[in-house]
Nanobody, 121 residues
Framework: QVKLVESGGGLVQAGGSLRLSCAAS????????MGWFRQAPGKEREFVAA??????YYGDGVKGRFTISRDNAKNTVYLQMNSLEPEDTAVYYC????????????????WGQGTQVTVSS
């Protein structure tokens, strides 16, 4: 069992930055892939970023603005979000990858409770 707890969400003006954190506990491993997804009101959950074995993967809408990283000593994954836009407003979820493509939410076995990010114009 893996428990994931996100933090760092909040309200920010367009053009600002936030850093989300995802603390993992339980049966964790630095070799696990970890991902971030987001879900805006009335929309489906979408892939944001993932990290696995040093490889970094990003959704098209965040490339060049968001950066995923991890600190294995702290069992924590981060999502640095820069140049935020109102369209980035969503609940952001951290997830632990299980099998399959990193881009699909069905490939993830464990999920955090989510953290709200609101970007004002």
């Amino acid at each position: 069992q893996v428990k994931l707890v996100e933090s760092g969400g909040g309200l920010v003006q367009a053009g600002g930055s936030l850093r989300l954190s995802c603390a993992a506990s339980g049966r964790t491993s630095s070799t696990y892939g970890m991902g971030w997804f987001r879900q805006a009101p009335g929309k489906e959950r979408e892939f944001v970023a993932a990290i696995r074995s040093g490889g970094l993967y990003y959704g098209d809408g965040v490339k060049g603005r968001f950066t995923i990283s991890r600190d294995n000593a702290k069992n924590t994954v981060y999502l640095q979000m820069n140049s935020l836009e109102p369209e980035d407003t969503a609940v952001y979820y951290c997830a632990a990858h299980y099998t399959g493509s990193l881009y699909y939410q069905n490939s993830y076995a464990y999920w955090g409770q989510g953290t709200q990010v609101t970007v004002s114009s």
